[in-house]
Each structure stands twice: as structure tokens, then as C-alpha cells.
């Protein structure tokens, strides 16, 4: 099932939107707010359940060319802008993004500030592999306004560790945690995932237990989606070693209940906060959103992306840049916007994915409503057998023309929110729904 953080998804994605349109689009926006994504592909080893797009780099050269091709990236997109870009979020993924030196960061981050208005009080966050942070990356992070880090922890069991050639130890993190906040950046997430090889329901909880000693403010908790015809270095990881699904639930409710016992927050399908954390208080008055990054208090319709692979949501539709590097960076050698496909937006395309958003951050919707500020009519979302083949089954309970999934249905919510997806069965390759 899609994770539903764009919809349409990535697999529908077409070669024809190209640079030209998305120049058109960057040039009719007036000015508006938005965020900014940066992709920076480069880790020094290769995670064997990562689905990311990136690569192990063992010298500093190719980062450093590759970042001179994303700071001259940045200069073409702002370039095309008719009106100033206000900016509430920036995000740093990969990768690993704190493998660039420090002083390339400090530029990067003045090159955003000249080129578009990042507010004061923006959140400004990186992901980062405890293994390779450095106190002087994290010192400069502090300096250059980061205020929220995502550190990928996945599971603290030796045994998995090594079956995911993936080795990190608790100490390796807690170090990187405290270099982090004394630095300034008080915010901070932790990444995990159950449904990997040799996990088992007592890790999952030890990793927990684990974690908790650290106060992350949030936490995502992933499924691991084995995919290895899509990544092939996949196929280093015994599939025979992997929890079936009754487990990989098991794993994913045991997760949760540990979590919930220590007072945080179930936000949406996989996240998890501190009860006073902005993505809280979001979720509780129904301003939660989901985008590339997952659960979000982002509501820019707005999203430029920088890098390989990096995709962008403009108000037109989204684009998405050349995956792998060497293209990326020929593109953008020869002044050209890397666009390799993208996505025009129809209206009802909005409509859906407007009703996709919210049962996926609230677990209900008002279809009338959200048809009404669309200026359409609700009647042809609720037919056909499929959603009465759900309410059927007991996962939803409809009165008139909202719907709201019941609780014991909420882990089959991407299944759920598929019923409104008119794109899904033109195919695509999509992770489990637990």
C-alpha cells in the first residue's frame, strides 16, 4: 500500500511534466510561503534495509562536488522566482547530510538565508547518523539555527545491528544526543523499525527502553519494507531471517504500547511525540499534515527540493529531480534544472488527496465539506462496492458523508485512505500496510 505522503504517489510520476514546465510554474507563483528539502545522497557505508536513494562515498571529493552542483541548483530555482518565498521549515535529508564539512554547511545555510526569507522561529532540521557525527558538525549546526535533529537509531539488538550491516551502540548515540543540545538543538527524533531480520518482540522493547533513556521528543516507527528488485542490496539480508506478518504487527503494537505507557502521543500511523511537542498539539486540533518527511505541521503548499532525487510540490503539481547523481549533476552543470518527471495536478486530484490528508492525520473526514470548498459534489466518492466492502468488514463507520476509522482499524488506515485513490490501480510498487 502507498504511505500516502504524496498523492498522487511517486510511481505515477511521469516524464512529462519537464524543466520548462517547472520553469512556468516557479515563475507564475507569487509570493508565497513555502519550505525547502535538501537531499544530500552520501553515506559512508551502505545500511542493507535502507530504500533511500544514496550511495556510499569514501572520500570527500565527490561530496564536495556534488554540493557545489546543489548550492548552483539552489541559485537556478531561486533564479526563476517572480516574488520572494517565505520560508517556515527546512529540512537536511540523505544519506547522511552531516558528512559535508562544517564550513560547506555554514555556506549552505547563509546561500538559503540570501535567497529566500527563512523566518526566525523556523524549524530547521537534519538527519544524521550517530556513528559519523563529529562535535565540530554539531556545534556548527547550533551556530547555523538548527533547532530539530533526526537521528536514525533503527534498533539497538547487536544481532540485527549486524544483520543489517548496521552497527551502533547506545553509547555511540547518547554521545551524539548530548553534542546535539548542548550545541542548541533541543529537539529531537529518533527513527525505528520493526519487521527486521532476527528482530523479535523482546528487542523491539529493549530498543524502546533503550531510547526512552535519551527523551526524544518524537519518534518515527517504521516497517521495514524489503524490496530487493527495487534495492538490490537487499538481497544481503536473509529473507528467511525476516517476522512474518503476524509478528511484524506484533512488533508494531508492542511499539506502541511501550510508547503510550511513557506518556507520548500517538500521532497518525507511525509517529510519536511528547504531549507538548508541536506535532501534538497539531494532530489534537486537527492541523496535522503529511508530506516527504511523514507527520508534519506543515502546511505550505509550497515545497522546493534541492538535490538528487529530491522531490518538490509546487501549486501546479510535483517534480522530482534525477535520481542518481552523475545525471543530477550533468543537468545542473549545463545550467539546466535537473527535472527528470513530475505531476500536473487536476482538480480532482486535489479533492482526493485533500480527503487522503485527512484520514490519514485524523482517521476521519467530512467528504461533504471538503467537497464543498473544492466546489464539487460528494455523491461519486462514496460509490462503488469497495467502501462498502470496508464498513462491511467493521474498519469504518460512516454517518452521511463522513467517515471516521475505527480504532481497532487505524494500522489498515493506508488500505483505507486506497479506497479514494484513482491512480492505484495503474500499478506501482508500494511497502506493506503493517
Known amino acids: 500500500m502507498p504511505r500516502y505522503t504524496s498523492y498522487p504517489t511517486a510511481p505515477h510520476f511521469t516524464p512529462a511534466v519537464s524543466e520548462s514546465q517547472y520553469r512556468n510554474w516557479l515563475a507564475e507563483m507569487p509570493p508565497s510561503s513555502g519550505s525547502l528539502y535538501l537531499h544530500v545522497p ?237 506535532l501534538s498539539r497539531a494532530a489534537a486540533s486537527g492541523r496535522l499534515h503529511r508530506n516527504f518527511q511523514g507527520y508534519t505541521t506543515d502546511a505550505a503548499d509550497v515545497l522546493l527540493g534541492f538535490g538528487a532525487s529530491a522531490i518538490g510540490r509546487l501549486p501546479q503539481g510535483y517534480v522530482q529531480n534525477e535520481s542518481r547523481s552523475p545525471s543530477y549533476q550533468k543537468a545542473v552543470g549545463a545550467g539546466r534544472l535537473p527535472i527528470a518527471r513530475g505531476y500536473g495536478f487536476h482538480d480532482d486530484d486535489r479533492l482526493r488527496g485533500a480527503i487522503i490528508e485527512r484520514l490519514m492525520c485524523d482517521y476521519r473526514v467530512d467528504i461533504a465539506s471538503i467537497c464543498s470548498s473544492f466546489a464539487s459534489e460528494p455523491a461519486g466518492l462514496l460509490a462503488g462496492p469497495a467502501l462498502a466492502e470496508i464498513a462491511s468488514a467493521g474498519l469504518i463507520e460512516q454517518d452521511g458523508w463522513k467517515v471516521s476509522v475505527l480504532p481497532h482499524a487505524r494500522p489498515l488506515v493506508r488500505s483505507i485512505a486506497a479506497v479514494f485513490d484513482a491512480h492505484l490501480h495503474r500499478g506501482g510498487t508500494h511497502s506493506r500496510a503493517v
Open 42 to 278: 552520501f553515506c559512508k557505508a551502505m545500511c542493507w534495509y535502507c530504500g533511500c536513494h544514496t550511495t556510499v562515498a569514501s572520500r570527500d571529493g565527490p561530496i564536495s562536488r556534488y554540493l557545489d552542483h546543489l548550492t548552483a541548483e539552489i541559485d537556478l530555482v531561486a533564479g526563476q522566482l517572480s516574488g520572494d518565498l517565505t520560508v517556515r521549515h527546512v529540512h537536511f535529508g540523505g544519506g547522511t547530510p552531516t558528512l559535508m564539512p562544517p564550513a560547506r554547511m555554514r555556506l549552505l545555510m547563509a546561500q538559503l538565508r540570501t535567497r529566500f526569507c527563512i523566518v526566525e522561529d523556523a524549524e530547521i532540521a537534519i538527519e544524521i547518523d550517530p556513528r559519523t557525527l563529529r562535535h565540530e558538525m554539531a556545534k556548527m549546526l547550533g551556530e547555523c539555527g538548527f533547532n530539530r535533529a533526526s537521528l536514525g537509531v533503527q534498533s539497538f539488538d547487536h544481532d540485527v545491528q549486524k544483520a543489517i550491516n548496521r552497527v551502533q551502540s547506545f553509547e555511540e548515540t547518547a554521545k551524539a544526543v548530548r553534542s546535539l543540545r548542548e550545541a542548541g538543538l533541543r529537539a529531537i527524533n529518533f527513527d525505528l523499525i520493526y519487521g527486521l531480520p532476527g528482530q523479535t518482540l523482546n528487542s523491539c522493547l529493549e530498543t524502546v527502553r533503550l531510547a526512552l533513556k535519551l527523551c526524544p521528543e518524537r519518534l518515527a516507527v517504521f516497517g521495514y519494507a524489503h524490496v530487493p528488485s527495487f534495492k538490490p542490496h537487499q538481497r544481503k539480508i536473509d529473507e528467511r531471517t525476516l517476522p512474518d506478518s503476524e509478528l511484524r504487527f506484533a512488533q508494531s503494537r508492542a511499539i506502541a504500547d511501550a510508547l503510550l505507557q511513557a506518556g507520548y502521543v500517538e500521532i497518525g500511523l507511525d509517529h510519536y511525540a511528547l504531549p507538548d511537542d508541536p
